[in-house]
């Protein structure tokens, strides 16, 4: 499992897109959780940890891994 903070998310929508960015790389089995509150997403898989932190990138928020 890899856990991601997350900066920047401050609604739903915006966790969604996380979440859809998150689900689309390589390696990933499944987003187990992406919390507003808590500003983070955990992920189950063997995907590259810098993978997952551009996907986030891309979408516009702030990440790195826990």
């Known amino acids: 499992m890899v856990e991601l903070k997350i900066e920047g998310m401050s609604c739903g929508h915006c966790a969604e897109a996380v979440r859809k960015a998150l689900a689309a790389v390589h390696g990933v ?3 187990t959780e992406v ?3 808590q ?3 955990r992920i189950e898989g063997d995907a590259d ?6 996907a ?3 979408e516009g928020y702030k990440a790195w891994e826990k």
């Not at 940890?49 to 551009?54: E, F, G, H, T, Y």
């Open 56 to 58: 986030v990138e891309e």
């Open 29 to 31: 089995r499944e987003v």
């Open 49 to 54: 940890p810098k993978l997952l932190i551009a």
């Open 39 to 41: 500003g983070s997403a």
């Open 35 to 37: 919390s507003v509150e």
